[in-house]
């Protein structure tokens, strides 16, 4: 680097060492809760990251500086007398959290990939800065319903005030740039905003100051090419998965963040691939919630995101190999239905087994696994739908066989749910696999 940029870093360093007892200092004289604190210098640090663009002409000096903050932030954390001192601003809260460590390599990467489009740096880092929080104090003072997100709490005036100034964080800046006209900055600031919000909401200790920037980042990227009509579709389709997921939620055993996260890989599989694509894991979901109503399950269960993670190893595969041409629709479209009817399988047996139902003969389970997930996609086949018979055939023994191994590796998981989860993914996704048989 130059004497300038090694200057320019120092500069920035020191600013933002000074500001750290400075505002420990403002807020013992005013009283503040530690999520003030905490989120004044979130606040600092981020405005004083969107002028990067203005002075760093390249990522180099960046980089520099996101390790040198770093491993300032770790020392904070490690060192018992700092941690208690001056970096009591950013650990007063009790919670664990990873976010400062975390916010100085997201925004190098998100100024990296930028490669010097300064309107493509500043939204991501402004929705991080600004819009977390906001979201944060709106929650910490008025939130009073709360829904589950990991180890901790998200609330929902704190998600409502997040979209709302992650939504001015995205419009503005697009239209005053003159980027785009006024509708399109509408369309990408609804879509865009939505989305983080929904990752904020699941995301738990600081682990929001890494999802957020780089999914925001490379969300833009993607909706900036749409035209009107491309980007309304997708707005539309996220509008109709979270009214699913509002509607559903009452008698889900989900919890919010899991929700969240649920449209998230509803909204993954209908743009990535096409809108196909979220049939079957949508009639998982609609079965789910038919299922814990009947049986009056809601309270008797508390799941969290490793069942949306266990669907996400059935389904994206499939998802991301149809979008990169590295097979064809139709056999992508096959597979994440032969992958929900294998999960819905499993699933109704487990719910069987619970209620004492089950014996060793899954195959009511399997039918109703293909008959409910398993057709919504494969109807699309129609008229030829005979160049499913094999594959078809193949993966339906297939959903008997996982479904009774999952029955006989249930009772070694009882502790380990979340292993059984990853383990019932990755069984959905073997009894999909002759999926690739499937000719274009």
Request: glycine fraction near 8%.
């Given at each position: 680097?130059?004497?300038?940029?090694?200057?320019t870093v120092?500069g920035v360093?020191?600013g933002?060492?000074a500001?750290?007892?400075?505002i420990?200092?403002?807020?013992t004289?005013l009283d503040a809760?530690?999520?003030?604190?905490?989120?004044?210098?979130?606040v600092?640090?981020?405005?004083?990251c969107?002028?990067?663009p203005w002075?760093?002409?390249?990522?180099?000096?960046?980089?520099v500086?996101?390790?040198?903050?770093?491993?300032l932030?770790?020392?904070?954390?490690?060192?018992?007398?700092?941690r208690?001192?001056?970096?009591?601003?950013?650990?007063?809260?009790?919670?664990?959290?990873?976010g400062?460590?975390?916010?100085?390599p997201?925004?190098?990467?998100?100024f990296h990939?930028?490669?010097?489009?300064a309107?493509?740096?500043v939204?991501?880092i402004?929705?991080?800065t600004?819009?977390?929080?906001?979201?944060?104090?709106?929650?910490?003072?008025?939130?009073?319903?709360?829904y589950?997100?990991?180890?901790?709490?998200?609330?929902l005036?704190g998600?409502?005030w997040?979209?709302?100034?992650?939504?001015?964080?995205?419009?503005l800046?697009?239209?005053?740039?003159g980027?785009?006209?006024?509708?399109?900055?509408?369309?990408?600031?609804?879509?865009?905003?939505?989305?983080?919000?929904?990752?904020?909401?699941?995301s738990d200790?600081g682990f929001d100051n890494?999802?957020?920037?780089?999914g925001?980042?490379?969300?833009l990227q993607?909706?900036?090419p749409l035209?009107g009509?491309?980007?309304?579709?997708?707005?539309?389709?996220?509008?109709?998965?979270?009214?699913?997921?509002?509607?559903?939620?009452?008698?889900s055993?989900?919890?919010?963040?899991?929700?969240l996260?649920?449209?998230?890989?509803?909204?993954?599989?209908?743009?990535?691939?096409?809108?196909?694509?979220?049939l079957?894991?949508?009639?998982?979901?609609?079965?789910?919630?038919?299922?814990?109503?009947?049986?009056?399950?809601?309270?008797?269960?508390?799941?969290?995101?490793?069942v949306?993670?266990?669907?996400?190893?059935?389904?994206m595969?499939?998802?991301?190999l149809?979008?990169?041409?590295?097979?064809s629709?139709d056999?992508?479209?096959a597979?994440?239905?032969?992958?929900?009817a294998?999960?819905?399988s499993?699933?109704?047996?487990?719910t069987?087994?619970?209620?004492?139902?089950f014996?060793?003969?899954?195959?009511?389970?399997?039918?109703?696994?293909?008959?409910?997930?398993g057709?919504?996609?494969?109807?699309w086949?129609?008229p030829?739908?005979?160049?499913?018979?094999?594959?078809?055939?193949?993966?339906?023994?297939?959903?008997?066989?996982v479904?009774?191994?999952?029955?006989?590796?249930?009772p070694?998981?009882?502790?380990r749910?979340?292993?059984?989860?990853?383990?019932?993914?990755?069984?959905?996704?073997?009894a999909?696999?002759?999926?690739?048989?499937?000719q274009p």
């Open positions: 680097m130059t004497a300038a940029e090694w200057l120092a360093i020191s933002l060492t500001a750290l007892p400075l420990r200092s403002l807020a004289r809760s530690p999520e003030v604190a905490r989120k004044s210098v979130h600092t640090m981020g405005l004083a969107l002028a990067f002075i760093f002409p390249r990522p180099l000096p960046v980089w500086l996101a390790g040198w903050a770093t491993l932030l770790a020392v904070l954390r490690f060192v018992p007398a700092l208690s001192g001056v970096g009591s601003t950013l650990h007063g809260i009790k919670r664990l959290s990873y400062e460590v975390l916010f100085a997201s925004v190098a990467a998100v990939g930028a490669d010097g489009d309107l493509a740096y939204i991501p402004a929705i991080l600004v819009a977390d929080a906001a979201g944060a104090l709106a929650g910490t003072r008025w939130g009073r319903r709360r589950g997100c990991g180890e901790g709490f998200k609330t005036v998600s409502a997040f979209l709302a100034t992650a939504f001015l964080c995205v419009f800046p697009l239209f005053l740039s980027k785009t006209d006024a509708v399109h900055a509408l369309w990408i600031a609804l879509i865009l905003a939505t989305l983080a919000m929904m990752a904020e909401g699941i200790r890494l999802v957020v920037p780089l925001s980042f490379f969300v993607r909706l900036l035209d009509a491309a980007l309304s579709g997708r707005f539309v389709v996220l509008a109709l998965l979270f009214a699913l997921v509002v509607w559903g939620s009452r008698w055993t989900l919890n919010g963040a899991s929700l996260a649920g449209v998230l890989l509803g909204y993954g599989c209908a743009v990535i691939a096409d809108w196909r694509f979220v079957p894991p949508a009639a998982v979901f609609v079965c789910h919630v038919v299922t814990t109503r009947r049986h009056h399950l809601t309270k008797v269960f508390a799941h969290r995101l490793d949306v993670l266990s669907h996400a190893i059935g389904c595969p499939w998802v991301l149809a979008a990169t041409g590295v097979i629709m056999a992508g479209l597979g994440i239905s032969f992958a929900m294998a999960q819905l499993m699933l109704d047996a487990s069987l087994s619970w209620l004492g139902h014996s060793a003969k899954p195959l009511r389970s399997t039918l109703k696994g293909w008959l409910i997930a057709l919504p996609g494969l109807l086949f129609y030829d739908i005979g160049r499913l018979r094999d594959a078809a055939g193949i993966s339906i023994i297939a959903t008997i066989g479904t009774m191994l999952l029955h006989r590796l249930r070694g998981y009882r502790d749910p979340t292993e059984l989860w990853v383990i019932q993914g990755f069984l959905a996704l073997a999909s696999l002759s999926a690739f048989f499937i």
